[in-house]
């Protein structure tokens, strides 16, 4: 196939089901920035990815669960970054005290201190 008749393609696909490729991702992510940078990925993947479509219909499932997956991704790291993020500052803050909250109790280095509720110990 050659660039001016995939472009076109593509081009005929995005004006078809653009509109739901965004909808979609805005309710998986909820912002129009990330939504727009999903819509565009999947886009992207149909032009460099796509497999052999026996209809319309197939196209239009293959980019709606193309987007679901990039939104599901997306989510899946940005809730691996916060984890991440929390748990590092919850060491720093450890660090600078001198004592590691009870959820790390069994990664303490040597000579660490962890805090007890009231009453407790």
Not at 17 to 25: C, M, T
Not at 32 to 49: I, M, S, Y
Not at 64 to 76: E, G, K, P, S, Y
């Amino acid at each position: 196939m050659n660039q001016t008749n995939k472009a076109r393609q593509i081009e005929e696909a995005y004006d078809a089901w653009g509109g739901a490729v965004y909808r979609l991702a805005m309710v998986y992510l909820g912002r129009h920035a990330d939504a727009e940078d999903v819509t565009q990925e999947v886009f992207l993947r149909l032009l460099c990815r796509a497999p052999t479509f026996a209809d319309g219909e197939h196209r239009r499932r293959w980019l709606l669960q193309v987007t679901a997956n990039l939104c599901r991704d997306q989510l899946r790291a940005a809730w691996e970054e916060d984890v991440a993020f929390a748990e590092d500052r919850a060491y720093t803050l450890c660090t600078l005290i001198g004592t590691v909250p009870l959820f790390c109790e069994a990664e303490l280095p040597e000579g660490w201190q962890i805090l007890y509720p009231i009453g407790q110990k």
